[in-house]
């Protein structure tokens, strides 16, 4: 394993678990590109189906976990 920006051997590997609570949320971006007028005209259109499904549709959240393996060079400090 060399180091990505100076060539260096000298490179740590670590396997890093990451475990987080991820609500899925739209991101702002969607927000204000779409969320705005989106929801409304959904609302308006599926108001009733809206209603339903927002009644017995489990919660967005889980417990995600995942493995990620990091390099560390030692050198320089650069991290990948
Ligand atoms: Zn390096």
């Known amino acids: ?3 990505k920006k100076c060539g260096s ?3 740590n590997v670590q396997v890093v ?6 609500t899925k949320h739209h991101g702002i971006i ?5 969320g705005w007028w ?6 308006f259109f599926l108001t009733i189906p809206m209603l339903i499904i927002a009644i017995f549709r489990p919660k967005k ?4 976990q995942k493995q990620k393996s990091m390099s560390v060079c030692q050198s ?4 990948w």
Request: charged share 30%; net charge positive; aromatic share 12%.
């Open 1 to 3: 394993m060399k180091c």
């Open 38 to 43: 989106l929801k409304p005209i959904l609302w």
């Open 76 to 79: 320089c400090g650069y991290k």
């Open 61 to 64: 959240q889980k417990l995600k």
């Open 30 to 34: 969607y927000w204000l590109l779409i």
């Open 9 to 11: 051997e000298n490179v």
């Open 17 to 22: 678990t990451e475990t987080k609570l991820k």
